[in-house]
């Protein structure tokens, strides 16, 4: 080893250095470069090589996971809300339903009415509070 380190010279190691300064934004140095650098150490060109298509090797496969989870995720976000419209629609129904049996058998419908409107008073109240501890629906403010 020479006194800067693993080159014989300073005009080797300054050839090297000039590569490096040519060397582009690809994923792998110039030719110029990894020739200068396979003199000093030969078979870094074959490691770098090596090295370069493992790691994208490993990215596709980071990426084959990535889009098996987010189908996995959708696929769970649109059976929730499946839920919640299946749940949704049987409360509407219900309530239609009680409405319209009680008009038909000549009832009132303020008793009816109020309980309706208390129950959507406890939802608001109920979301409201899910709001102001921070545990509320996305908005279209968060894409902001």
Known sequence: MGPDGPWDDQGELEAVLVAMERTTAGPLPPKDWLAAAEQHYPGVTKALVDDFLA????????????????????RRFADYQR?????ATTI????????????LNGKSLYGFALLVFEVAGLVLAF????????????SSEDDE
């Open 55 to 74: 790691e994208r090797q490993n990215a596709r496969e980071l990426l084959r996971e990535a889009a098996t989870f987010d189908r996995m995720s959708f």
């Open 127 to 138: 979301l409201y509070g899910r709001t102001r501890n921070g545990d509320r629906p996305p």
């Open 92 to 103: 509407v129904l219900v309530i239609a339903l009680g409405g319209v049996i009680l008009a």
């Open 83 to 87: 839920l919640q419209l299946i749940a």
